[in-house]
């Protein structure tokens, strides 16, 4: 099984700061990677599918990059409703995995 | 607008069974993956199990031999077979569509306990 690893686990910003979250897979999951927001009480919702490609409707100030076993997710300038819990997800290889999650706070 | 709505879930005993359901709209089950995630209280996402578009079943080892994913085309619903059930199992289940599950359902709480 493919273990992936976020860090850091919390992350505490300020409205307007830049967010830069990681993902590490314990072996290559080439590009096929995903990365997901859940705010309390609402169901996960796709950010970014295959590394670095956003999903529809998602604002352009997200954006993944990374491939083989790095990966980062990037908030340029984080909004009020940013503030969530992301999940990173490897579909490479079955069973398929989720980091452990970050969560984004206010500082 | 893509719609997927989970039912199903409640209150069951150890040992019991359940069957939930994800009923699809503007969104079509037989061509496209669709999946069930579940979550625990107060913890990270696990992804049970994926039916893909050829309708071939894949399942996490903790669910396999217990869980049964199928698909309806006629009604354009998916299912989640659960037998055997454990404390273990308490949470939402998720139902999510496509590959990436780039849709996804409000989730139904499933609670085991005696």
């Known amino acids: 099984e493919i273990v992936l690893t976020q860090s850091p686990a919390t992350l505490s910003l300020s409205p307007g700061e830049r967010a830069t979250l990681s993902c590490r897979a314990s072996?290559?999951?080439?590009?096929?990677l995903g990365w997901y927001q859940q705010r309390p009480g609402q169901a996960p919702r796709l950010l970014i599918y295959?590394?670095?490609n956003r999903a529809t409707g998602i604002p352009t100030r997200f954006s993944g990059s990374g491939s083989g076993t790095d990966f980062t997710l990037t908030i340029s300038s984080l909004e009020p409703e940013d503030f969530a819990v992301y999940y990173c997800?490897?579909?490479?290889?079955?069973?398929?995995?989720f980091g452990q999650g970050t969560k984004v706070e206010i500082k | 607008e893509v719609q997927l709505v989970e039912s199903g879930g409640g209150l069951f005993q150890p040992g019991g069974s359940l069957r939930l359901s994800c009923a699809a709209s503007?969104?079509?089950?037989?061509?496209?993956?669709m999946s069930w995630v579940r979550q625990a209280p107060g913890k990270g996402l696990e992804w049970v199990s994926v039916?893909?578009?050829?309708?071939?079943?894949f399942y996490a080892d903790s669910v396999r031999g217990r869980f049964t994913i199928s698909r309806d085309n006629s009604k354009n619903t998916l299912y989640l077979q659960i037998n055997g059930l454990r404390p273990e199992d308490t949470g939402f289940y998720f139902c999510?569509?496509?590959?990436?599950?780039?849709?996804w359902g409000q989730g139904a709480l499933v609670t085991v306990s005696s």
């Open positions: 999510a569509g496509g590959g990436y599950g780039d849709y």
């Open positions: 503007e969104f079509s089950v037989s061509s496209n993956y």
């Open positions: 039916i893909n578009n050829g309708g071939a079943p």
């Open positions: 072996q290559s999951v080439s590009s096929s």
């Open positions: 295959a590394a670095s």
């Open positions: 997800h490897q579909r490479s290889i079955w069973p398929r995995t």
